[in-house]
């Protein structure tokens, strides 16, 4: 009963921000994402009789505070399998976690795999990532590799509320360049800056309102590799998800200096012809999605702005991918 499975963070173009429910992480909207190559999660599980509690070891320390998020995950699978086994998760990721960069999309996709395999589950991808939605809402899209649609669904049970492949990451092989402006972990989580929105923000119902045309605009950018329609959609829905973040009571503030210094140099380029846009989660960081072409400028110019400490470089990535290891 054990397993090992690799999955790869996911950033937002047309954004996930709200809950429809809270229990199942039923997203308010769906979203739309890319999967990144170079920031993976690599994850093994062993169910072992002689564990009397789960054991949780993150990046080679054991982690008690994510155990028990991780634990009554797990129940989730054993519920299914039928077993109460015990299990020991060994995980790392290739990338700083404390940077905020998806680490739990990445994360409970290759936890959910890697369990799913070791308990003998045989789930399709679309169940994987129902399951793996209810680690951390993101997660469903990491399942997938390449351009990824996740459904906001209508069902109670979540049945429905699953991510799938747009286009494969061949079909248009952009790349991202990440600019890390803070390595400390963020102050406001993204599941309590959702639920300061959806509770205070005047603009909460105004964003939900729009994403239906988004993600239309979105989807026909991608199949017609329109890259202009892409950066203007992009932008909108994440100006449009800070906006009504930093409307909330009390306002939901995730930039610093730098991020803003580095949002107007996209800008800049952009003006200049350069192909690129920018993209920012629940967080400081900013990512800018490029043509190839265009990368090296793009890590230069954001390398350069004051504030910008690490600059990562990155192409499309594929799904999960699982190894049993009897
Ligand atoms: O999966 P969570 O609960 O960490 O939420 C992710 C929210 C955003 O990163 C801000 C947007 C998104 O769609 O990934």
Known sequence: MQAEATARANIALIKYWGKRARAL???????????LDGLATQTAVRFDA??????????????????????????????RAGVKTR????????????????????????????????????LSPEALSVLARQGSGSAARSIFG????????????????FAEVLAPREHWPLQVV????????????????????????????????GQEADLADARAAIL???????????????????????AARPGVIYWNGATLEAMHTVRTLRSGGMQVFFTIDAGPQLKAICEPAAAPSV?????AVPGVREVIVTGLGEGVTTRSSE
């Open 25 to 35: 992480n039923l997203p308010a909207v769906g979203s739309l994402s890319i999967t």
């Open 50 to 79: 002689a564990l009397e509690t789960d054991r949780v070891v993150l990046n080679g320390r054991e982690d008690e505070a994510a155990a028990g998020r991780v634990s009554r995950f797990l129940d989730l699978l054993r519920e």
């Open 87 to 122: 299990v020991e998760v060994i995980s790392h990721n290739n990338f700083p976690t404390a940077a905020g960069l998806a680490s739990s999309a990445s994360g409970f996709a290759a936890l959910a795999a890697a369990a799913a395999t070791a308990l003998k589950l045989d």
């Open 146 to 161: 390449g351009f990824v649609e996740w459904h906001r669904g209508e069902r109670d049970d979540g049945a429905d509320s």
């Open 178 to 209: 990440i600019a890390i402006t803070e390595t400390a972990p963020k102050g406001t989580g993204s599941t309590d800056g959702m639920t300061q929105t959806e509770f205070t923000s005047p603009y909460f119902d105004a964003w939900v309102d």
């Open 224 to 246: 017609s590799r329109d890259f202009e329609k892409l950066a203007d959609v992009a932008e909108f829905s994440c100006l449009k998800m800070h906006a009504s973040a930093l």
């Open 299 to 303: 890590r230069d110019a954001l390398a």
